[in-house]
């Protein structure tokens, strides 16, 4: 994670550099007394600031005028806290939003013009220090709605503007195409006098069509490259530029989607309204699983598209194991596939997204939240598909909340954004509730299909056997849906083979030797594993405190014991086992997700990533194993979570025409939760969690963020955490509670400790943030990170 307010590296960032920054100059009581410096800003005679942040040099109106450098304010792609300036060499035209190289000490970065070029006076001393930008590049400018973005998220979330910068285009080289490659095609008019060959004949023959690279025809003739290069000498191929970025094709908004259900079409025309209207506005499309939200909300989607013909639509997904399938969805209704944004997307296809972006070419784009920083040129839809999904909170690097921040894009940029979900977070449910967002509903499964019969078993009075963890019923359900010729999910949100392995003689825990954590014990590979930090270490034969030999005991089940189980009770059943551990690429979890779709498995035992949006046809059984396991721990969002994550399971059953059940097995059956999910009635929970949460003060109704602090040195750690304590504002409707050591105290040989910041909604939570930290001392040892609207407590 990158520090917020490390004001030591970025000191020395500064130290290093000899370009001058405008931040560094800005007036303090400090400058005041420096006179020979900047003492005349310091006076009062500083302008105000009209040309964006980072432009606010001070003019020294008092200085003599001298001729003064044409300069701009450079953001770099770094933790800084503003912009730099530089001065515009002679004849080098830039605006703001281009993408220049310039000096920082002895590095050429890319960053972005900040400000406007400007030549207003400015003291000779500081002008002498300014360094010359290096050159703009070739590549269209931000826009100004992604430069008002950056400064948005980063005041927002309280880290420094370069760093959101940096997602926005990273190092910048992906701004730059790859160098044109050369295609052949087969000449027009072919000399007369070539001399043929069996193999000039094979190529000749391989490039009709199309001109390609020399190594593709070649390879398709089966002939060496050389062929190639002498018949273009002799003028029997012709040499054409290929462009370095194959554009996309474009969608088609004109296409007949499907045939709307009325309830699907009520909500698109609203959807559709919303487009035509053009302004921003949110709407919550809130639909029971399976009730067609996707088709739904296609209807947007071709709306804006067609209503202008430069507009830009982005879908945002949760999970890469969606996006095949929404691949394929998109593909149907517009006639083309989606430009797709993720991690898994491989360097050449990233940088040909990025650049048909931000060039306002790639009109659909489909990505996870990193999607919401790509250059967009005229950005006018965001739909955010499975809103409530906890992967949209980004924890490394700029902490932010994608949804959010996707909410405050479209605010910005005055456009719509849909937020779709069976099961909304609580936040939305809430601004649905206020009328701050329009609440679409649907309330039935398209077609024939119906909600599943959800039904609980009492685990204190119809548990399983001793050693066993599965319940009489729930292995008869499965053995009815087996005999059925049905597919069964069985649910476990825990990875691995045991949550944690315990030495049956002394007792002894096995833990990370750098973490506070749990060794999850993964009998596939036989390995124990840290689920926090992935250190692995063989299983030990010998107790690493008493030295006892086979005395290490698993303890409690994960999804691996589970499978092992349902391999002894149903042997021929087709099992597999689908948890990010089990599933190596995104292509294995296609491939089994495609086998399940097909009916090539029987029972799919999994994790949450079997839980998430997949439309398995045949699948009428679904078993949570431990449908309690979220609750536990105090995270504010437990119980919240914990429904959407169960009813987004029941859900996969029973979406075509044959109707689904689900068994949960619960110790606590009267827990709200249970409650909620046996009965079907989503709404009284929400409505109850909210009123407890309205309560407390606790978001959607009061706002929270936290401070992490961390260290090798435990003692530097407290130090810092109690001088923060003692400089905590309290009062004006905002809590500071902590210092505390965070759940995982120590985590990768450091450790942590955690303050929570809690204040009314109308309290400016991160001008409190940043003047308390400001405040206090920071040293290089403690590392200081803010979470603003925290997901993660640990
Ligand atoms: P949700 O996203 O609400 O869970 P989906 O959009 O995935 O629901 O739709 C559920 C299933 O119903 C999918 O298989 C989808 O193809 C199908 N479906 C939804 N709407 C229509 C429609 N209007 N015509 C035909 N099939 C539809």
């Known amino acids: 994670a990158i520090s917020s307010t490390s004001a030591v590296s970025i000191k020395s960032f500064m130290a290093r550099s000899t370009a001058t920054s405008s931040w560094d100059k800005r007036p303090t009581p400090a400058a005041a007394q420096k006179p020979a410096d900047l003492g005349a800003a310091a006076a009062g005679q500083a302008r105000p600031n009209s040309r964006g942040p980072g432009a606010d040099v001070l003019e020294a109106d008092l200085f003599e005028a001298v001729e003064a450098p044409r300069r701009c304010s450079v953001l770099l792609p770094l933790p800084l806290a503003g912009a730099y300036d530089y001065a515009l060499p002679e004849g ?46 070739e590549a269209p400018p931000l826009s100004p709605e992604v430069l008002d973005f950056v400064d948005w998220v980063a005041a927002y979330t309280t880290f420094p503007p370069g760093a959101v910068l940096r997602m926005v285009i990273r190092s910048g080289r992906i701004a730059s195409a790859p160098k044109p490659k050369t295609g052949f095609a087969r000449a027009q008019t072919p000399p007369e006098d070539l001399k043929m060959t069996p193999a000039r004949a094979r190529a000749l023959e391989a490039a009709n069509g199309p001109p390609r690279p020399a190594r593709d025809i070649a390879s398709e003739a089966g002939v060496s490259d050389a062929v190639i290069r002498g018949l273009a000498d002799k003028g029997a191929l012709t040499a054409v530029e290929l462009p370095a970025d194959a554009p996309f094709p474009p969608p088609d908004p004109g296409r007949a ?24 506005a949110a709407l919550l499309l809130d639909g029971v699983t399976g009730s067609g939200k996707t088709e739904a909300y296609f209807e947007a989607v071709a709306a804006a598209l067609a209503a202008d013909e430069t507009a830009q639509v982005l879908v945002m997904l949760p999970e890469i194991a969606l996006t095949m399938d929404f691949m394929r969805r998109v593909e149907a209704r517009f006639g083309a596939a989606p430009a797709l944004w993720h991690s898994d997307v491989g360097d050449r296809a990233r940088g040909r997204v990025w650049r048909e972006t931000a060039k306002g070419r790639a009109r659909l784009i489909a990505g996870a939240r990193s999607a919401l920083f790509l250059p967009y040129q005229n950005l006018r839809l965001i739909i955010v598909d499975e809103e409530h999904d906890a992967a949209y909170k980004q924890e490394d690097g700029v902490i932010y909340q994608a949804r959010d921040m996707a909410v405050a894009r479209a605010a910005r940029g005055g456009f719509p954004i849909v937020l779709a979900s069976a099961t909304p977070s609580l936040e939305s449910y809430a601004n649905a509730r206020s009328g701050r967002y329009a609440h679409i509903r649907l309330t039935s499964r398209f077609g024939p299909a119906r909600m599943p019969e959800t039904r609980a078993i009492d685990m204190r009075k ?26 069964s999910m069985v649910f476990l949100n825990r990875r691995g083979y045991a949550p944690l392995t315990i030495c049956r003689r002394c007792g002894h825990r096995m833990t990370a030797p750098d973490s506070d954590t749990w060794l999850v014990e993964h009998r596939f590979e036989n390995r124990l594993v840290c689920h926090h930090t992935g250190y692995s270490i063989p299983k030990p034969k010998l107790c690493p405190s008493c030295g006892a030999e086979n005395t290490l005991a698993p303890c409690g089940p994960g999804v691996e014991r589970i499978a092992e189980e349902l391999r002894v009770r149903f042997p021929e059943a087709r099992l597999a086992v689908f948890s990010s551990d089990t599933v190596a690429s995104p292509a294995e979890a296609q491939g089994l997700l495609r086998s399940m779709t097909r009916g090539e498995i029987d029972i799919l035992v999994g994790t949450q990533v079997v839980a998430k949006g997949h439309n398995f046809p045949n699948l009428t059984f679904v078993g949570v194993a431990d449908a309690d396991l979220g609750l536990q721990g105090g995270d504010l969002r437990a119980a919240e979570r914990t429904f959407q994550l169960l009813s987004q399971v029941a859900g996969r059953a029973g979406r075509a025409s044959e109707p689904g059940r689900a068994l949960l097995q619960t110790y606590q059956p009267e827990h709200p939760v249970m409650r909620a999910l046996l009965a079907g009635d989503r709404d009284a929970f929400l409505d109850q969690e909210a009123a407890s949460r309205r309560a407390a003060r606790f978001p959607p109704f009061g706002r929270l963020a936290a401070v992490i602090l961390s260290g090798p040195d435990e003692e530097a750690v407290r130090a810092a955490a109690g001088a923060l304590a003692r400089t905590a504002p309290r009062g004006d409707g905002a809590d500071i509670w902590g210092p505390a050591p965070a759940p995982i105290a120590r985590l990768r040989g450091r450790y942590r400790m955690r303050f929570l910041v809690r204040c009314d909604r109308g309290v400016p939570l991160q001008t409190l943030l940043r003047d308390w930290l400001a405040a206090a001392p920071s040293s290089s040892a403690v590392r200081r990170v803010v979470d603003v609207d925290p997901y993660s407590f640990l």
């Open 257 to 280: 989607g499907a045939a709307l259900s009325a309830d699907q079409e009520a909500a698109a025309k609203e959807m559709r309204a919303a487009v035509a209207k053009a302004g921003y």
């Open 92 to 137: 080098m035209e830039v605006r703001r939003g281009d993408l220049v190289r310039a000096p920082l000490g002895a590095r050429m970065l890319v960053g972005v013009v900040w400000g406007a070029p400007h030549a207003e006076p400015i003291a000779p001393k500081l002008a002498a220090k300014l360094k010359p930008l290096e050159e703009r590049i």
């Open 462 to 487: 119809d548990g399983p056997a001793a050693g066993e963890w599965l319940a009489p019923r729930f292995v008869a359900a499965l053995a009815e849906t087996l005999a059925a010729g049905r597919q």
